[in-house]
């Protein structure tokens, strides 16, 4: 990398950190720092996190896929997810109180989190759902947490969204347990409650046909840049329903038939 694409990196990565501490509104780093493709958008993520980790104390807890549905790759110019880190600071347990104010534009995504019980190493082939498989440990319902920053979603596009980190803003996790073993994770049933009452259902297969569909991409997408899924890392693999935007008030539980569920209240 040039001395001067560097420089330009580290800028663009200084801008979001800089906007995210004064509470900006989110503007693509494409238009503002002249960042182009998704790689250099990649880039400015990871000095991103590098200044979010020295700037907290913080450490990577997992990681998070985003646009995993075609229509929404579709809508921001890409053909495929893009990937962002969770850092410990902001996983939070299920039973949770979640403060808007914490966030400029908070939504919230249901979803299965995946615990990999070995680390992920790049190899000679990519690996595959299968493969994947051997190497999980255990799973738990999920919230994330998404921040953005109050978007105009009309000029959204892919490398922004990778450079701001995927707009993660946390996740909140229920109860890791092995009993996935047990189950078809194409079409485990998903209920959330929303306030006291059913407000939609699902299944785990909604976000790429499969969870560790996400999990093997999150993968060969950090093995391509020198970097790798570790043991006790987890992976948020894509939500199974539309993202929802809480105003205040509400208390949401979101179930997973025979893995249990995870529970929030939003002030």
């Known amino acids: 990398m040039s001395t001067d694409l560097e420089a330009q990196i580290q800028s663009a990565a ?18 503002t720092d002249g960042i182009a493709g998704i790689a250099q958008g990649y880039d400015v993520q990871d000095r991103l996190v590098e200044m979010l980790l020295r ?10 896929i ?3 549905s075609k229509p929404m790759q579709e809508m921001v110019g890409v053909d495929h997810p893009v990937a962002g880190v969770v850092l410990d600071r902001v996983v ?18 249901f979803e299965l989190a995946v615990r990999l019980g070995r680390d992920m190493p790049a190899k000679a082939s990519p690996y595959t ?4 498989a051997e190497l999980v440990d255990a799973c738990a319902p999920a919230f994330e947490l998404v921040d953005d920053r109050n978007a105009d979603y009309t000029s959204l596009e892919g490398v922004g969204l990778a450079a701001d980190n995927a707009w993660n803003g946390g996740v909140v996790v229920g109860d890791f347990s092995v009993a996935w073993r ?3 994770l194409t079409a485990v049933p998903a209920h959330l409650e929303w306030s006291g009452a059913e407000d ?16 093997a991409w999150i993968a060969n997408h950090l093995n391509a840049r020198g970097q790798m ?25 979101y179930t997973l038939e025979g893995m249990g569920a995870v529970a929030a209240e939003i002030v």
């Open 14 to 31: 200084k801008r979001l950190f800089d906007g995210h501490k004064a509470g900006a509104a989110y503007v693509s780093v494409a238009q």
């Open 55 to 64: 700037d907290t104390g913080a450490s990577v807890a997992g990681y998070k």
């Open 66 to 68: 985003a646009l995993t």
């Open 92 to 109: 939070f347990s299920s039973g949770t109180t979640v403060k808007l104010s914490d966030y400029q534009h908070m939504g919230v995504e």
């Open 129 to 132: 759902r299968a493969e994947t």
């Open 182 to 184: 047990d189950l078809d």
């Open 200 to 215: 939609a259902a699902a299944t785990t297969g909604e976000a790429m046909g499969h969870p560790f569909e996400a999990v």
């Open 229 to 253: 899924l570790k043991a006790g890392e987890f992976v948020m693999t894509g939500s199974t329903m539309k993202t929802r935007f809480p105003t205040g008030g509400e208390r949401i539980r």
